[in-house]
């Protein structure tokens, strides 16, 4: 008999470069879901899955600058700078001023949940957060981040133009608040 995975999860951030503040809690959603795709791609670099589908892990992004995201029943609530405001608002439509946004610096922040199919022990689930977090640190470091953010926001339908010039900005990927299942235990 097969044991049941467990789960753990871990907060990062990371600094994007050329990022227009969202206008919009739409805008954030769509902004986020592209960030999303590009985070687990490189968790997928350090499973070693071609395919996406077979990804253990998922990426959540839960700041975008000012604008913090919650998910509700499968719906993105906005806060923050947009918080009070509907999913949309007198914004949206308008064309974002991408220039202006060139030389800007965005953090962005979120959580990945990992779901670990091999691990019975804190050890070994220190291992592979370690794992993670590092393959993710270079993944940022040597620009397939913002290779893969760019990708997605030309191949999106609708296109994202607003993602479609940013950088992940080497050497600011952090991960903190590993939060490990209360059944793993170090002794």
Same mark, same amino acid.
């Given at each position: 008999m097969q044991r049941s995975p467990v789960m753990f999860k871990f907060e990062f951030c990371v600094d =994007?470069?050329?990022l227009v503040e969202?206008?919009?809690c739409q805008s954030a959603d769509i902004y986020a879901n592209v960030l999303e795709d590009a985070v687990n791609e490189g968790c997928n670099v350090c499973e070693g899955n071609e395919d996406p589908n077979d990804s253990l892990t998922d990426a959540n992004i839960t700041r975008i600058g000012n604008v913090t995201l919650t998910k509700v029943d499968g719906s993105t609530i906005c806060g923050g700078s947009l918080g009070g405001q509907g999913f949309t608002n007198e914004n949206t439509g308008t064309t974002p001023d991408i220039a202006a946004a060139?030389? $800007? =610096?965005t953090t962005i922040c979120g959580v990945v949940t990992v779901e670990d199919e091999v691990c019975t022990d804190k050890d070994c689930m220190m291992q592979h957060y370690n794992n993670i977090t590092m393959t993710l640190s270079n993944y940022v470091d040597d620009g397939r981040f913002t290779g893969r953010i760019q990708l997605d926001a030309r191949n999106r339908l609708p296109p994202v133009p607003e993602l479609q010039k940013v950088t992940g900005q080497a050497g600011t990927f952090s991960s903190m608040s590993l939060l490990l299942p209360? $059944? =793993?235990s170090g002794d």
């Open positions: =994007i470069k050329g969202p206008m919009d060139a030389n $800007t =610096i209360s $059944t =793993i």
